[in-house]
C-alpha cells in the first residue's frame, strides 16, 4: 500500500462543473502539497498546507490532519485546468513522498 | 525573483554511457536542492536532497550519484546508464528552513536505448 494515495486516478468533466481531488497519507506529516503538473511535465507548486483550508482563486485545498485526508477543490472548471494533480506528503526535513497523480480533463 | 535551471531537456543515450545532468538556481542563497524521478506510468520518487554544498543525501539505492559543487549548483550522474534509468528527471529547490513550498525545475525527459 503506498503511503500517499489519491482518487480518483482519472477525472473527466464538463466545463463549469465542481471538481474534488482527494488524497489519504498514513505517515504523519509536517505538512501537504498540492502540484499541477502540465501535459509538457513542467511542475507548479499550488499549495502547501498543514491545517485548515487555503483558497487561491478557483482552487480551494483542504485537510483533516486527524483523519489524514486533504481534498483539492476546483469552482467554475475550466478546459485549461486540465492536468495532473498531485498531492505530496512531507514528512519531515521537506523529503516529499507523492500520490500517484489525478489526471483531469476538462471537456469544453 | 528566484528562477531554476535545468539542462539538457531532452536526452537520448545508449545503454552503458555516462551521464550528466545539471540543475542551477537563481535569485537565492543556501537553498535546499532536491533530485526527483518520475519513470513512465508512475509517481515522482525523491532521489538525493542536499542542504549545503557538498552534503548529499541518497533516499533509494540505485546506479546513480548527486554532487553538489556550488551553492546553487546541482548535478546528477552515472558512470553506465542502465534501461531503467529512463524517465522524466527534476530538480527543485526550496527555501533551507522550516516548512517550505518547493519550486521545480522544467524537467529533463531522458531516454536510454
Known amino acids: 500500500k503506498n503511503e500517499v494515495e489519491q482518487s480518483p486516478q482519472n477525472l473527466t468533466a464538463q466545463e463549469g462543473e465542481f471538481i474534488t481531488i482527494n488524497c489519504s497519507y498514513s505517515v504523519g506529516i509536517s505538512a501537504l502539497h498540492w502540484l499541477q503538473q502540465h501535459p509538457g511535465g513542467g511542475i507548479v507548486s499550488l499549495f502547501m498546507l498543514s491545517s485548515g483550508k487555503k483558497k487561491h482563486g478557483r482552487l480551494i485545498a483542504t485537510i483533516n490532519i486527524q483523519e489524514k485526508h486533504s481534498s483539492l477543490h476546483i469552482t467554475a472548471s475550466h478546459p485549461r485546468d486540465s492536468a495532473v494533480y498531485i498531492c505530496?506528503?512531507?514528512?519531515?526535513?521537506?523529503?516529499?513522498?507523492f500520490g500517484q497523480g489525478t489526471r483531469l480533463t476538462i471537456n469544453p | 525573483s528566484q528562477t531554476i535551471h535545468q539542462w539538457p531537456a531532452t536526452l537520448v543515450q545508449p545503454v552503458g554511457s555516462p551521464l550528466s545532468l545539471e540543475c542551477t538556481v537563481e535569485g537565492t542563497s543556501n537553498p535546499n536542492l532536491y533530485w526527483y524521478r518520475q519513470a513512465a506510468g508512475r509517481g515522482l520518487q525523491l532521489l538525493f536532497y542536499?542542504?549545503?554544498?557538498?552534503?548529499i543525501s541518497s533516499e533509494v539505492p540505485q546506479n546513480l550519484s548527486a554532487s553538489r559543487p556550488q551553492d546553487r549548483q546541482f548535478i546528477l550522474s552515472s558512470k553506465k546508464l542502465l534501461l531503467s534509468d529512463s524517465g522524466f528527471y527534476l530538480c527543485a529547490w526550496s527555501v533551507a528552513w522550516g516548512i517550505e513550498t518547493q519550486y521545480f525545475g522544467p524537467g529533463t525527459r531522458l531516454l536510454v536505448l
Open positions: 542536499s542542504v549545503g554544498i557538498g552534503q
Open positions: 505530496a506528503a512531507d514528512g519531515g526535513a521537506q523529503k516529499l513522498v
